[in-house]
């Protein structure tokens, strides 16, 4: 029963690491039906930013928690503005072009961002501190999480609840909503479309940063070629729940988690990645859309 | 004015990140350079050493340091007065790693009388080559063919190399194991190639070890965000000791994973482990474990002459298995020296056992043609850095 607990929130730390990235997929695809396959690296140069942050309060003597919110609040401001970039740089000049142009921009920004991180930076492994402090609380008491692993879980809750409240209740919120269902009809209505889909980029980049610091101050050790692997789990995970839907990415990539998680401890971590996909395959197979993905119907 | 702004911002944000990069330092590499000896077979009262291997190709820069090797050995010696006042000739052959060259080099040297021969470079080369050899009792001796069976399946007496074989590793990480009193052992590797070998031949060991037993043996997928549920299974599985086969990034995020789950059993690796890297992205995680790695041999006096004399003659540094390599020449010239010709019997008799000083070390070799005293150590981190265990 233990095994079975301890493989259970290791299975939800590792789908809220997955959640915390497939929001920003889900989102932007939500608005403006595209896979942005540059988030994952989004995801890395806001870790990248909480290393140097972090490294540069560390020398300057900051207090550890204190590092912790700064280096949070940077790599948020940091890679927010690079998520806005992407979108006016690679996005925005092929938005009346065919589906597949801004696809193949987005593939490009993220092989540009891997290589230019390992060219400004280092193509070797990086250690990253450990800002994420301990918990007393927890020590002795046989909770089966470490601190870092709560606090992953939680931001993940903490994040979902938030996003939710905002498209649901705020004008922003609601005009992201008119947008993704309907761009043309959103802009009769007096709607700035621009500004709600860089918005977007904003909202899930900021996501994929606190994501980076927490995971990488989770694993100790980043690299420029992070953002591929998690980047590549988040959008699995966001197919998986249907992609464009918000509450389909956390669904997803807690299934997702929990798989793996269990793939791993029952039957061998050979095959984690080969129980992973089988899912995809057979949910996709029952429902083409995701699990919480709408229908759409084609009109021929 | 628009565009303006966006290069303006596009060039702000390429500074900023780069501002903090460190400079890229370049390294340039110079080609080792070595020509291939066209010999001609030597005249009475000479003695010549075949070297043979890939000397043109893909893999020349394998085996061109070997020829450079042979010929630095042959220079001292002969410089000394010879082999029992023979004289030493290196003739080449060529095989280019390829089996069928290779047996094409063996019949060679076969019509050419060679009795002693360095090489080849490749296992598939060497294994091709061998029986020939043996057939006309010719003295092999590789510095680089790994492949465990070449001396391990005793098919082939006349084969001796300078080189640790592939499983050696293995063997010595679970021998060290033992000695450290481990008894249920968790084998994970990073399915690679390179891993996953050495975590098999690491299973085989152990499972030949009376009172031993692997407890675990999984693959983990290298780069995945989290390997929680793998150390779970290793605490469940109620080992030990961790033996991992793999490269430093997935042994420091599981050895980090493991401390941070206050499972404080032994972690050993290998040599993709034994870097310098692994101490600083692990930190103070890495403190106590054990990977094994090549012996140290840099400090040793005939191996800094042996380079100082390539850097002279050949105006480059060494390409690899120098070393190897120039070990083996010394040991084939010494143990023809010994036995006082180059008579099959008493030359294999003599590199079986007399010592030699060689740019490795002190060797001889075992019953199955495996040089004693090469090969590699166990290096524990201990205050930040490797360092042998005796």
Request: charged share 20%; hydrophobic share 50%; with cysteine.
């Amino acid at each position: 029963m233990d095994y079975f607990l301890e493989l259970l929130f290791g299975g939800l730390t590792r789908g809220s690491i997955y959640a915390l990235i497939a929001l920003g997929y889900t989102m932007v695809y939500g608005i403006i039906e595209l896979i942005n396959f540059a988030h994952g690296e989004i995801y890395m140069i806001g870790a990248f930013t909480g290393l140097i942050v972090a490294g540069l309060l560390t020398m300057l003597g900051f207090p550890g928690a204190s590092i912790l919110a700064i280096a949070l609040v940077c790599a948020v401001i940091w890679a927010a503005a690079y998520g806005y970039t992407i979108e006016k740089v690679a996005y925005k000049p092929l938005r009346g072009a065919p589906r597949l142009s801004p696809l193949i921009s987005a593939i490009g920004m993220s092989i540009f961002l891997q290589n230019y991180v390992m060219l400004s930076q280092t193509s070797d492994f990086l250690p990253f501190p450990e800002l994420i402090p301990e918990f007393d609380f927890l020590k002795g008491s046989g909770f089966p999480m470490s601190s870092p692993e709560l606090v992953i879980v939680l931001s993940t809750v903490a994040v979902c609840i938030g996003l939710t409240l905002f498209i649901k209740y705020t004008k922003l919120g609601k005009a992201m909503r008119a947008t993704a269902q309907n761009r043309k009809m959103a802009l009769l209505v007096g709607i700035n479309v621009d500004m709600v889909i860089s918005a977007t980029f904003v909202i899930g980049s900021s996501l994929a940063a606190v994501g980076g610091v927490l995971i990488a101050s989770h694993i100790g050790q980043i690299n420029y070629f992070i953002g591929f692997i998690a980047g590549i789990k988040a959008f699995t995970a966001a197919v998986l729940g249907g992609i464009g839907s918000i509450p389909g990415a956390m669904l997803g990539a807690l299934v997702l988690g929990l798989t793996e998680a269990f793939a791993t401890g029952y039957v061998s971590s050979d095959y984690e990645d080969v129980f992973a996909f089988c899912l995809l395959v057979l949910i996709l197979i029952f429902r083409p859309a995701g699990i919480m993905g709408k229908e759409k119907i084609q009109k021929v | 004015m628009r565009k303006l702004h966006l290069i303006a911002l596009c060039i702000a944000m390429v500074a900023m990140l780069a501002a903090c990069g460190g400079e890229m330092e370049k390294a340039e590499k110079k080609d080792e350079q070595a020509d291939v000896a066209t010999g001609e077979i030597a005249p009475a009262g000479k003695l010549v050493l075949g070297v043979a291997g890939a000397h043109s190709g893909d893999l020349a820069s394998y085996g061109l340091p070997t020829v450079n090797a042979a010929k630095l050995v042959a220079a001292k010696v002969n410089a000394a007065g010879g082999v029992n006042g023979m004289q030493v000739e290196v003739v080449a052959q060529d095989d280019q790693c390829k089996p069928e060259l290779a047996t094409n080099a063996a019949t060679k040297m076969l019509s050419d009388d060679v009795k002693i021969v360095l090489g080849h470079i490749c296992s598939g080369a060497t294994k091709a080559a061998l029986p020939i050899y043996a057939e006309s009792q010719i003295v092999l001796m590789s510095p680089s063919a790994t492949n465990p069976p070449l001396t391990q399946s005793g098919e082939y007496p006349n084969f001796f190399r300078t080189i640790a074989p592939d499983d050696a590793q293995a063997a010595l990480e679970v021998a060290f194991a033992k000695g450290l009193g481990l008894k249920k052992i968790a084998v994970i590797h990073d399915k690679g190639d390179y891993g996953k070998g050495f975590a098999s031949f690491c299973k085989q060991f152990v499972e030949k070890e009376d009172g031993m037993e692997v407890t675990l043996f999984e693959g983990v997928t290298p780069g995945a965000v989290d390997y929680s549920a793998v150390v779970q299974k290793i605490k469940s599985s109620g080992a030990d000791a961790v033996i991992f086969g793999g490269y430093h990034p997935e042994a420091s995020k599981i050895v980090s994973a493991m401390r941070k789950k206050n499972i404080d059993i032994p972690f050993l690796s290998d040599d993709g482990v034994k870097d310098d890297t692994f101490i600083k992205v692990a930190g103070k995680y890495a403190e106590g474990v054990y990977a094994t790695g090549p012996m140290d041999f840099s400090a040793n006096e005939i191996y800094k002459e042996a380079v100082a004399a390539h850097k002279k003659e050949f105006g480059a540094d060494p390409g690899p298995f120098f070393p190897e390599a120039y070990s083996a020449a010394l040991a084939l010239l010494t143990a023809v020296e010994n036995a006082g010709s180059t008579d099959y019997a008493k030359v294999t008799e003599a590199l079986r056992t007399k010592y030699v000083d060689t740019a490795v070390g002190k060797i001889k070799f075992d019953s199955k043609g495996d040089a004693e005293g090469v090969g590699f150590a166990i290096y524990q981190v201990r205050d930040g850095k490797y360092v042998e265990v005796k």
